[in-house]
């Protein structure tokens, strides 16, 4: 009997963008049946080399076969003709139409869409297929993740027999992590092929059977998933060996203050549209602790986090700072009061035509002016220590837009942790940052908990809350659903309260 060819194999593969080789002579082998993982550090060539194969890129050199033939893909279109299908990041989704419309869009090749029809078609589809969707419900009306479960199934009914998921975790609830790997394994035992690009290692080791690692754009190395570790994976990924991800377990134990360092009552806001965004918020965080508030991206987290760092007016309630009230003050009095914030967006947070020494002393700059003149020497020479301080890889006269997300995110922390600041308000601290960057930015933020600062930590990353977090709140809709320590914080009853239910009692 003899062996199938692989559903696909890439060999040589290279890209350039101008100077940049994103992808050196890659190999990539993908197996019938199989839940393949693609990892690597942020500007490894993950995405890039799935991306030549979908037809978003054109390789520069190196063959493309798919099922045992050659084959040449230009487009989209041809990868969708060879059955491959791509999930991305970011849903191409109609929120308008309904589940059927956004399904068949494209597929009818101009036949008058029979709505009845379609809805039965694509009904026997997801039965079929064992993906959980509603064909009459408006996209616009579901949830992140049933709109997960519509793109696969919209892959799926053009016959894709290979699928790539780009971080298809990113945005769901635990639970709904468990239904999208069910659904995965019922595919691969039907016969296909899925390549999982990620960075959760957890992840890739409970759902994939091989995983291939990119380091630098070329192929670091090709294992079966029960032959290796976390820890192996990670040391493929970064080329040295790491010492894990810093966490709470490791990091030295302290007494949070007696009294809250951070607090908040009853506060409500508004989002952009003048609709209510935090509804009433209620929370203590206490100095030496690290509180992590979880929830499912666009629940009233990054209006929280703007309200505390007095960039959005809050409507009613108090907030207090060491016992001093900020409630609807500016971001200088804020900072004054003793606020440190690290926002979500860090390319916002800079001025990227001004040079690292410029940006590190941005929210100071009267400290460095003398009769109306800025004192450059004094800049630079701070800019030195603070680049020598956090390992920065980058000089004072760097402009910080040719800085990485990691030593650009490096920069943000600097400038806010030498002020010892008594809160910090930290969002998405790791987001896009790979795994040497998160790794030092997490003992960071130990660091300044074991100093004592309170820290409220938002973060859509459910094992980085659970990793870091003394406790726990969720938010839903602008509420919070329940306040939990972190011995009683597991990820399944996280999930259901950032899904929307109800925790009682609820912990502080």
């Given amino acids: 009997m003899t062996t199938p060819p692989p559903a696909v194999e890439m060999r040589g593969i290279t890209k350039r963008f101008g100077s940049l080789v994103a992808n050196d002579r890659v190999d990539f082998t993908l197996d019938r049946g199989q839940i393949h993982a693609l990892l690597g550090e942020n500007g490894a060539g993950k ?46 989704l109609v929120p308008p139409l309904t589940v059927t419309e956004n399904v068949v869009l494209g597929h009818n090749q101009g036949v008058r869409l029979k709505l009845e029809d379609a809805h039965r078609r694509v009904s026997e589809a997801a039965e079929r297929y064992g993906v959980d969707v509603q064909p009459r419900a408006l996209v616009k009306d579901l949830s992140v993740g049933e709109r997960q479960r519509v793109e ?58 091989r995983v291939t690692v990119l380091r630098g754009g070329q192929l670091a190395g090709s294992v079966q998933t029960s032959e290796t570790t976390p820890a192996e994976m990670a040391r493929m990924m970064v080329g040295r060996t790491t010492f894990g991800m810093p966490s709470l377990d490791e990091a030295s134990s302290t007494q949070p203050a007696a009294r809250a360092v951070l607090r908040l009552d009853g506060v409500t806001a508004v989002d952009n549209k003048g609709l209510p965004a ?69 390319h916002a947070s800079v001025v990227p035509e001004m040079t690292v020494a410029q940006n590190m002393a941005l929210e100071h700059l009267g400290e460095y002016t003398s009769n109306g ?30 800085l990485s997300g990691g030593n650009m995110q490096k920069v943000i922390l600097a400038r806010v942790m030498e002020r010892n600041p008594k809160v910090i308000i930290v969002s998405q601290p790791t987001r ?47 509420e919070i659903q329940g306040i939990l320590p972190r011995t009683e914080a597991d990820p399944e009853r996280l999930g259901l309260l950032m899904a929307g239910a109800k925790d009682s009692p609820q912990w502080a």
């Fill in 152 to 209: 696969i199934l919209k892959a799926l009914y053009r016959d894709a027999r290979v699928l790539i998921l780009d971080e298809p975790t990113a945005v769901l609830v635990p639970q709904e992590v468990e239904q999208l790997f069910d659904a995965l394994r019922r595919l691969r035992d039907d016969g296909l092929s899925v390549v999982f690009i990620s960075h959760k290692l957890r992840e890739v080791m409970s759902i994939t059977d």
């Fill in 47 to 92: 995405t890039t080399l799935m991306r030549i194969l979908y037809g978003l890129y054109h390789a520069d050199a190196g063959d493309i076969s798919v099922g045992g033939q050659s084959a040449v893909i230009r487009s989209p279109r041809d990868a969708i003709a060879l059955r491959i299908g791509m999930v991305t990041q970011h849903f191409a």
């Fill in 278 to 346: 935090l509804k009433g918020i209620t929370l203590d965080v206490y100095g030496g602790e690290i509180m992590g508030l979880a929830g499912v991206s666009g629940n009233g987290q990054s209006e929280l986090a703007q309200v505390l760092e007095g960039t959005r007016l809050c409507t009613t309630g108090t907030i207090t700072v060491a016992g001093q009230d900020v409630s609807g003050a500016d971001p200088d009095r804020i900072m004054k009061a003793g606020v440190g914030r690290i926002p979500e967006d860090r």
């Fill in 432 to 478: 896009g940052l790979d795994i040497g960057a998160t790794e030092y930015v997490r003992s960071r933020l130990l660091e300044q908990r074991q100093r004592g600062a309170a820290i409220l930590l938002i973060s859509e990353d459910l094992d980085e809350i659970l990793e870091l977090s003394d406790r726990v709140a969720v938010i839903y809709e602008g």
């Fill in 373 to 402: 003149s800025l004192n450059r020497r004094q800049m630079r020479a701070h800019a030195e220590k603070l680049i020598a301080e956090y390992q920065i890889k980058a000089r004072p006269d760097d402009r910080i837009r040719t």
